[in-house]
């Protein structure tokens, strides 16, 4: 049974283009259906604008779908329920990428994790204190930190401190929106640490948006590699890492220096011409070195390639 289930989701943005009024679509999340299991962790990698921070912010019910469904513990959500969104919120919490635009500068540390726990808890003032006590211990802080304000942290702490706000309701899935690169290498390597035992501890599932693709070998058990608004391809970590089949992920990889070398056959990204997507055909068509006639006029669906491996390319379907 999977913990939480997407299925066709679709984001559209009415976004004006300024002739005549005229309103285009920027299709910024197309059909993206996924699957995660307890205790696991989905990676999603994708350029810059592929829409990984719109799927999250769908995800955890900040924006509604254009269309498509979530599950989550095998129950539809109902986008209009109220219940099923406070619901929602207690069961998956988002660590944003730079701390400090999600910490209200004005509020000390300890009161925003208190009215995180009064909005959605019936714990006494006693369990509360004990509760803020316990999380801000479980994340590497200490308990008189509870009486400082947001700036008076470095931004390791301040992630922290956003790990703590997420921790603090006992969810069942963290969603980490590029939790690292807002930090410096040795500490990105202590909040990693912090998050893969705070996993292990608690069984919580994550979704791991990331660029860096050492990290996402690393900590993941599911990758999703996300283009311009689509799933091009998704499997295990091992098969991606191993034998990358998309010639967008090949692509990726060649343009890492780390996996430049595990993959020297691959051409990189800034061999493959830059040029705007194909409005009909397979969204990579124009840089992609493999491109046919086809690939400009029709869009490869996504189609399951083996079990638990799906790829949107003509050359495997
Ligand atoms: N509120 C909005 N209104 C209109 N367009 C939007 C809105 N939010 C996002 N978009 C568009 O949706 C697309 C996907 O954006 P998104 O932020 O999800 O990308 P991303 O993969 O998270 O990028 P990054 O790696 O830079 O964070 C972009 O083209 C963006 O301009
Ligand atoms: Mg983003």
Not at 131 to 152: A, C, D, F, S
Not at 167 to 185: R, W
Request: net charge positive.
């Amino acid at each position: 049974m999977a913990l939480l289930r997407v299925e066709n989701l679709s984001k559209y943005y009415p976004v004006s283009n300024g002739i005549f009024g005229r309103t285009n679509m920027n299709k910024a999340n197309q059909n993206i259906s996924l699957k995660l299991d307890a205790g696991k962790t989905l990676a999603i990698v994708g350029e810059s604008g592929s829409g990984k921070t719109t799927l999250a912010r769908q995800i955890i019910g900040i924006e509604k779908p254009t269309k498509g469904s979530i599950w989550l513990d095998e129950h539809k959500i109902n986008f209009d329920n109220r219940r099923d969104r406070k619901k929602r919120f207690k069961k998956i919490r988002m660590i944003f990428q730079n701390p400090y635009d999600s910490l209200n500068p004005q509020v000390r540390v300890g009161h925003s994790l208190e009215q995180t726990l009064i909005i959605n808890t019936k714990l006494s003032g006693k369990q509360r204190r004990k509760k803020i006590e316990e999380t801000l211990l479980k994340v590497g802080l200490q308990q008189e930190h509870q009486y400082r304000y947001p700036h008076m942290f470095s931004g390791g702490q301040r992630q922290r401190i956003a790990i703590a706000r997420a921790i603090i309701l006992e969810p069942s899935i963290i969603i980490a929106d590029e939790p690292l690169s807002a930090l410096d290498v040795s500490i990105q390597a202590q909040i990693l640490n912090l998050l893969q035992s705070l996993q292990e501890d608690m069984g919580i599932s994550f979704i791991f948006i990331s660029h860096d693709l050492n990290v996402v070998e690393h900590i993941s058990d599911t990758v999703m590699i996300m283009y311009h608004g689509q799933v091009v391809e998704y499997g295990n970590v091992s098969q991606i890492f191993d034998e990358p089949l998309h010639p967008y992920t090949q692509a990726l990889f060649a343009s890492t220096p780390l996996y430049r070398s595990r993959f020297p056959q691959f051409l990189s990204q800034s061999v493959v011409a830059r040029s705007s997507t194909s409005l009909s055909g397979c969204v990579f068509a124009n840089r992609c070195q493999y491109c046919e006639h086809k690939c400009r006029s029709n869009r490869p669906a996504l189609v399951n390639a083996d079990q638990d491996y799906q790829i949107a390319c003509f050359r495997f379907e």
